[in-house]
């Protein structure tokens, strides 16, 4: 992750959605949760204290053709490995895992407990020891990672190659997907995961939703461009307000959506699939052929339809007032409102997992409740903002919302000449940044999975 500041260029969106949250750890099984750290004399050894953490927290990632540069899935792999590992670790740039873990609580969680993190350090040190393969510790717990039914899988009809350069390592395709057409009543989308085709190379997937009345033009946007699907970054542009279904990010096995919640989908809808390729991993190696799926559970009915809140100052996006001037390093915005007049008819609503979305310059958000009386709850907040690590988060305690409190999201943004990107080995000027959907554009959006209160 050290090269954080140079992969600022390649700017993505990343939709913020937790429920197809990164495979799920808890730190509290297993001896690796213990928070007792070996001496010297019972070092740690790969079969029983370092297997256990790496299957929870690193393999989603760190396999075979997978997005991380190497595999540790087995002891030769993590011994060749170790001292970087160690290194990583320390300096918390793995497993990345962004949200503040004062601000709350998540499902799915990937990072480290300090004792993890020095039971990795203590094995290193003392030679990466093996171990005894028959008597392996606890596998760590995982929560919340699986799709318990799959109901819907829809595909592009065609691979799609993508076109990486050193300079231009990212990528982002939007391909219209018509919802199936035997699907012929309303339903509800219930869990979402994505089966990314080449691994390597896909780094993120968002599914959007577009309305009956909106296919169209999204189909005329896919025409417009030679080849399957059409260019896009901040979103899947055309009419739609940027509805998603479902969110994939590295390390994710997909999951059920809150039991009892789930978002609309009318027949004669589509899904656009957006995939956020990077090449970083092939670049020697040449694009590989991707056709990336995803797949929906589906129910007829739910006990609460859930939507997916997109939160932002609607007067940031069709004006220049969320200004963000060349060669500043500090600048912030933020938005607080009650939403509950004009979007839920006055009722109150649950969040169950909260998402944030910037685009380069980012520096820090929060997404946040100010209660009537006041009082701050944090719900995300990243305090060293990576667009390449975006994700949404499922809170562990859902957080309900009654009318007359509000919703606040808070952006922070450095446009100083040197946070700016790289381009052709170049890096550009500042110039005024203002909202947009462009990658030298930007943004300043929270989201929230919610469902609202029955009446
Ligand atoms: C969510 C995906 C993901 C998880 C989980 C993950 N890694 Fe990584 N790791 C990456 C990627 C991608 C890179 C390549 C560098 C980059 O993109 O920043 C990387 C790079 C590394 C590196 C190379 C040095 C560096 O900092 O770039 C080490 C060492 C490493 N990971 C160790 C680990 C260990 C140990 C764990 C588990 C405790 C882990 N990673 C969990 C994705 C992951």
Known sequence: ????????????????????????????????????????????????????????????????????????????EAKAHAAEASLAVAAGLMPPWPPNPDCNQYYADRSLSAAQKELIQAWSAAGAPEGDAAHPGDPIDVERTALTRVDVRIEPPTDFTPTFTAEAPDQYRCFVIPWPADHTATEYITGFRAVPGAAAEVHHVIAYYAAPGDVATYQQLDADEPGDGYTCFGGPGGPSRGEWLGGWAPGSAGSDYEPGTGLKIEPGAAVILQVHYNGLNVLDTGALPDRTAVEFKVDPTVEREAMIMPWANPQWLDSQSMTIPAGDADVMHAFQFDPTPFLTGGQGFTIYSPGLHMHNLGRRATASIVRAGGASECLLQIDDWNFHWQGGYDLRTPVHFAPGDQLRVECHWDNSAENQPIIGGQQQPPHDVWWGDGTTDEMCLATFYVAVDNP
Do not use: E
């Open 1 to 76: 992750m050290t090269s954080r500041r140079s992969t600022r260029a390649f700017a993505f969106l990343l939709a913020p959605f937790a429920l197809a949250a990164p495979l799920a750890a808890c730190g509290d099984g297993g001896s690796a949760g213990d928070d007792t750290v070996a001496d010297a004399s019972t070092a740690p050894t790969y079969y029983r204290d370092i297997k256990p953490i790496m299957d929870g927290k690193c393999t989603q990632c760190h396999f075979d053709g997978g997005i991380a540069p190497f595999a540790l899935t087995s002891y030769d």
